[in-house]
């Protein structure tokens, strides 16, 4: 393994969770539904202790947590540019409208910040044991909650687009889902 490489994807997952957490306080401007509202407050409490955990991580690998690295800055660039769409939504369109730009920018964030989790277990199991059990200790605790960010605010996105589409009644066509024939929908 290329431990300078891990060290990028240490600083950029550093970077991406700092940005987190600027991403969830801009997507509970926007949250309509309580329960909205309660998932990204708690999602925002977990990110904040990511944050945490991987400077934590930087010290038990010897990596310099604000060493400026050119990936580095790509993912704040794209990160705030997520921040920047949901005020962007927040302050131009509805208050529901707003929330579902939010819910799909934390679905794009998240997509990232899995990826990063997902590759910092695998290689915790190739380094040396004293610096593979703080890494493993944060993968373990933190992995399933990068699922649950991820896949519950996929679901979340889908739902909310669907009410937007009036798609809530039952027998809507899926899509690429071919109309029933004349007779049977007129049953
Ligand atoms: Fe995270
Ligand atoms: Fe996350």
């Known amino acids: 393994m290329k431990f300078s490489q891990l060290e990028e994807l240490v600083l950029q997952g550093?970077?991406?969770e700092r940005c987190g957490v600027k991403l969830y306080?801009?997507?509970l401007e926007c949250a309509v539904s309580a329960e909205l509202q309660d998932e990204w407050r708690r999602y925002h409490a977990e990110t904040q202790r990511h944050v945490t955990a991987l400077e934590?991580?930087?010290?038990a690998l010897g990596i310099d947590a604000e060493q400026k690295t050119a990936g580095r800055t790509v993912v704040r660039h794209v990160a705030s540019a997520l921040v920047l769409a949901i005020k962007m939504a927040r302050t131009s369109s509805s208050r529901e409208a707003a929330q579902l730009v939010a819910a799909e920018n934390i679905v794009l964030a998240e997509t990232k910040?899995?990826?990063?989790?997902?590759?910092l277990g695998e290689c915790?199991?190739?380094?040396?044991?004293?610096?593979?059990?703080?890494?493993r200790d944060a993968y373990e605790q933190i992995a399933s909650q990068e699922d649950e960010h991820l896949y519950c605010t996929k679901s979340?996105?889908?739902?909310?687009?669907?009410?937007?589409?009036?798609?809530?009644?039952?027998?809507?066509?899926?899509?690429?889902e071919a109309a029933p024939p004349a007779e049977q929908a007129a049953e």
């Open 56 to 59: 934590e991580v930087c010290k």
């Open 113 to 119: 910040d899995h990826l990063h989790w997902e590759l």
């Open 124 to 135: 915790a199991e190739l380094l040396p044991p004293e610096q593979a059990k703080v890494l």
């Open 14 to 16: 550093l970077e991406h």
């Open 156 to 176: 979340r996105s889908r739902a909310l687009w669907r009410r937007s589409l009036g798609l809530e009644a039952a027998g809507q066509r899926r899509l690429g």
């Open 25 to 27: 306080d801009a997507a």
